[in-house]
């Protein structure tokens, strides 16, 4: 059974910082590229970051740049999301997904490419 499990969500202070995780099984990790994306209350799913199946690539939305650091380990088949100088703007739940892509270039591909999603995790920033 594919899954994609999201944690490290959480309420935290404007200024402030946490790391999201998401764990994967089920499915070669290693040969998949991983986005990481997020819904606010009222808005359109937005992609924040995404990695590469070989790390080559990184790509991060000017909203989250030079806040967020995408990584992963695939020792352990598990992407982290670090964001720090967190905004009351990036109050939303957070999504990991997974896509097996041709490209490195993992910002080309859209939400409805990737082929596996976790259940999403809640990050609420204070102001």
């Known amino acids: 059974e594919v899954q994609l499990v999201e944690s490290g969500g959480g309420l935290v202070q404007a200024g402030g910082s946490l790391r999201l995780s998401c764990a994967a099984s089920?499915?070669?990790?290693?040969?998949?590229?991983i986005g990481w994306f997020r819904q606010a209350p009222g808005k359109e799913r937005e992609e924040i970051s995404c990695?590469?199946?070989?790390?080559?690539?990184?790509y991060y939305a000017d909203s989250v740049k030079g806040r967020f650091t995408i990584s992963r380990d695939n020792a352990k088949n598990t992407v982290y999301l670090q964001m720090n100088s967190l905004e009351p703007e990036d109050t939303a739940v957070y999504y990991c997904?997974?896509?097996?892509?041709?490209?490195?270039?993992?910002?080309?591909?859209?939400?409805?490419?990737?082929?596996?999603w976790g259940q999403g995790t809640l990050v609420t920033v204070s102001s």
């Open positions: 997904a997974a896509g097996l892509f041709s490209s490195s270039r993992c910002h080309l591909y859209r939400g409805n490419q990737y082929d596996y």
């Open positions: 089920g499915f070669t990790f290693d040969e998949y590229a």
């Open positions: 990695l590469s199946r070989s790390d080559t690539h990184e």
